[in-house]
């Protein structure tokens, strides 16, 4: 693997661990009161899923990982991201984190599609409070994937 590849990457994380950070802390702030805030709470976490997201197509990209089915893409990047890929990358996410973010993800779907129904507020209050327990955890799986490119440009 070229140094410069896993440079780059390892530049994108740091980036999108700010624009995670802000986003997480928006979400953790806020309570659902009433129909705006159940829709921006939905947004930050379309937001949310979205930047995880654009940091497994970037992990993809420098390990040159295809995905085959393009109308299952989504679905199938996340699943890609949980391979333990032997003499290439470790698995980017543990089995808790790729749970919470399969559920993330059809929450975006969701939310992307409803254009003619209202957000249901215990539904979306329900995915916050997920999001905010489990943080923990996906934040802990991007370090160690982190210092796991850090140890690639060292050697």
Not at 13 to 33: G, T
Not at 43 to 55: M, R
Not at 67 to 92: A, C, F, W
């Amino acid at each position: 693997m070229k140094k410069e590849k896993i440079a780059l990457l390892l530049a994108y994380f740091e980036e999108q661990n700010k624009i995670l950070k802000e986003l997480f802390n928006e979400i953790k702030s806020l309570k659902i009161s009433d129909k705006k805030d159940t829709v921006y709470i939905g947004f930050l976490l379309h937001n949310l899923y979205c930047a995880l997201e654009d940091l497994m197509e970037e992990t993809a990209k420098t390990f040159e990982n295809t995905l085959d089915d393009t109308s299952k893409y989504h679905r199938e990047l996340l699943k890609k991201m949980i391979l333990n890929v032997k003499g290439i990358r470790p698995q980017l996410w543990s089995n808790d984190s790729f749970r919470l973010l399969d559920e993330l993800r059809g929450f975006r779907h969701v939310f992307r599609h409803a254009y003619g129904y209202e957000l249901d507020s215990k539904r979306v209050f329900e995915i916050q409070d997920k999001v905010i327990k489990n943080w923990q955890k996906v934040k802990k799986d991007i370090e160690k994937f982190q210092k796991f490119l850090e140890k690639n440009l060292e050697e």
